[in-house]
């Protein structure tokens, strides 16, 4: 968002007045069909097109402004990292990291009692098998 310091004449027929505020919206240059062929069509490929190669770079492009720019960058991009820090503290402060050399071999031990199990099985006629099992632990 940008502030008019004093009245602004754009183009032809428009006149910013002084201290009104302009929001560009810079993800519009994306949809110039004298910049990109298709520019209204979905194409995400439309980056990796040869011919998009100098204007994919977004240093010195003019035409590559997906999220904006400079300190209006992304309004989303502080929650991003915001939520990004907030995992990795969960993250480093919940799990123990361990190298290689301390990995721990986890032993299985037997139970102490075995199960014992209880089958019974009965077929029908020819409509089909019922089949019944009953386990017991003990």
């Known amino acids: 968002m940008r502030e008019a310091k ?8 428009f006149v910013i ?9 810079l993800s519009a240059v994306h949809l110039d ?13 439309r980056w990796m097109e040869p011919e998009n190669e100098e204007k994919r770079n977004r240093r010195t492009s003019p035409f590559y402004a ?3 720019g400079g300190a209006r960058f992304c309004p ?8 990004i820090a907030l995992f990795l503290r969960y993250f ?3 799990y123990r990291l361990l190298n290689e050399v301390e990995k721990r071999q986890f032993q ?3 139970s102490l009692r075995r199960l014992r199990t209880r089958c019974s099985r009965s077929v029908l006629s020819s409509s089909g098998t ?3 099992c009953r386990q017991r632990g003990i």
């Open 6 to 13: 004093e009245d602004i004449q754009y183009q032809v027929d």
């Open 66 to 68: 997906p999220f904006g």
């Open 92 to 94: 480093v402060t919940t």
């Open 17 to 25: 007045p002084k201290e009104c505020f302009v929001v560009p919206f």
């Open 130 to 132: 019922e089949e019944r």
């Open 33 to 45: 069909e004298n910049v990109y062929n298709g520019a209204l069509n979905f194409n995400p490929w």
């Open 108 to 110: 299985l031990r037997r």
């Open 76 to 83: 989303g991009a502080e929650l991003a990292r915001l939520q």
